[in-house]
């Protein structure tokens, strides 16, 4: 799947739900790899701030994001909106501190995009992939969160308030191509008592109860709702049938449970990648949902270290067998310390050391404990990128390779007997004069061992006369 944008700008003017400013918010396609960010162009040098889950300062009635002073709050309609029409890079410059509440849902979002259309970008979408089941439990409120392997994003909520109005409720999103039918124009909603408790905290100032589900959960007398009709601003407000202020009508029987669907699939977005799998939420809200995005992230960034994992089957033969590799470098026992290697490129070179108790130096390296010395990991890299520098020249018999420098070498994994580094070396750029730079990379299993960046030279060795 390639990444995408929009076809053009949208400008959209609203109230924000708690601080009842009116806001300006344009739209504005954005180039590749830019991801959703946002841009305050009402404070001095225009900050922005991206939509990272790193960046989340506040979950309270609504997921806000800071960076340095500048805060944008109530993101999480708007996100939905855009991963629900499959977008992933938007530029979004607004003139206050929160995002207008519209309706309540991501209805009015979704129509907008839907006029100017999306735009196909040439490079790849890069995602985050559940490959295992993944768990988060908030025990102090029973929130859970679960990401299992799929071949799509898909989502499904459950919610239970132990109320008698609103009951059990469900709901499920299987693909992203349903999201405009299915979820897009699901409101948020609020429950008596918490907008009784919101007014009082001097919240909601942007809410006029057109933008929002009231749910009824206590008796209440016909005095009380002509008190809370005058500061709503409302002539009359009375109880339906189902338990909800007459002020605005279902559009599905579980629209809240759909509305925290809606909700989830922002709160997602602040990973910063589209994912692949399936997000099961019981009793979600943004508090459990941003911890569990940072956990995503996590995962997002070991993923992605481990993407240019090369594949080992040990059943293929050798591109170059131990006697070809003897033949290629000029090292012998006990410091021949690449076995064999599996694949080479103009660009790359992967190479397979089996590591094992005889090796010699265990005798005197942690007697007891046995770890290979880093120092020695880094050689078995750098001899393997010596056999991707001696197959440029026609006679690597005639020449040596010698390491000019070796920089930002990390080491993140003890390698022990019984271990298979898989050895990777790569071209940093492109060969000048015999001289190579290559990043490499030492795994073992699903981990990164040790890395560095290298630099090297093939020299001719000089043959007496």
């Known amino acids: 799947m390639k990444q995408c944008t929009l076809n053009g700008p949208i400008t959209l003017n609203g109230v924000g739900l708690h601080t009842g400013k009116n806001v300006s918010m344009t739209l504005l396609p954005a180039p590749a790899n830019h991801g959703f960010k946002f841009k305050r162009i009402d404070l001095e040098d225009q900050p922005t701030i991206n939509a990272d889950v790193d960046l989340v300062v506040s979950t309270h009635r609504g997921t806000t994001i800071r960076s340095k002073e500048a805060t944008i709050s109530t993101i999480e309609h708007i996100l939905s909106a855009m991963t629900g029409m499959n977008l992933d890079n938007v530029l979004i410059e607004i003139n206050g501190p929160e995002v207008p509440i519209m309706d309540g849902s991501a209805k009015l979002f979704v129509e907008e995009i839907k006029k100017v259309g999306i735009l196909e970008q040439e490079n790849d979408r890069e995602y985050l992939e559940i490959e295992e089941p993944i768990s988060f439990t908030d025990e102090l409120t029973g929130t859970e969160l679960l990401a299992l392997p799929a071949d799509e994003f898909q989502v499904t909520t459950m919610i239970d308030f132990r109320s008698d109005v609103l009951g059990q409720q469900y709901a499920n999103l299987d693909r992203l191509a349903d999201y405009e039918k299915e979820i897009a124009n699901c409101r948020t909603f609020v429950f008596l008592h918490e907008l009784e408790s919101l007014l009082s905290q001097n919240l909601i100032k942007g809410g006029d109860l057109d933008n929002a589900i009231v749910i009824v959960d206590r ?246 006369e």
């Open 219 to 464: 008796v209440i007398s016909q005095p009380e709702l002509d008190a809370l009709a005058k500061k709503l601003n409302k002539p009359s407000i009375k109880v339906q049938n189902e338990g909800i202020l007459n002020t605005v009508n279902l559009r599905f029987s579980n629209e809240p449970a759909r509305h925290k669907l809606l909700d989830v699939v922002g709160d997602m977005a602040l990973v910063g990648k589209r994912i692949k799998g399936k997000i099961v939420a019981t009793k979600p809200g943004h508090t459990a949902n941003v911890q569990f995005a940072k956990v995503l992230k996590k995962l997002y960034k070991e993923q992605r270290k481990l993407r240019g994992k090369p594949k080992y089957d040990p059943n293929l033969p050798p591109v170059v067998d131990t006697m070809g590799i003897i033949k290629l470098l000029p090292h012998r026992f006990p410091f021949v310390l690449v076995d064999k290697v599996i694949e080479v490129t103009k660009d790359s070179v992967v190479g397979v050391k089996s590591v094992t108790f005889n090796e010699r130096y265990f005798q005197g390296h942690f007697p007891g404990n046995p770890v290979m010395p880093g120092v020695l990991q880094i050689e078995a890299l750098a001899q393997t990128g010596g056999v991707l520098a001696l197959k440029t020249v026609e006679d690597p018999e005639n020449w040596d390779t010698y390491f000019m420098k070796i920089e930002y070498a990390k080491f993140k994994q003890k390698v022990v007997p019984g271990d298979t580094l898989i050895l990777k070396m790569e071209l940093l750029s492109p060969v000048r004069r015999g001289i190579f730079h290559m990043q490499g990379t030492a795994y073992v299993g699903n981990r990164i061992a040790c890395e560095g960046e290298f630099l090297a030279q093939i020299i001719r060795r000089k043959i007496d």
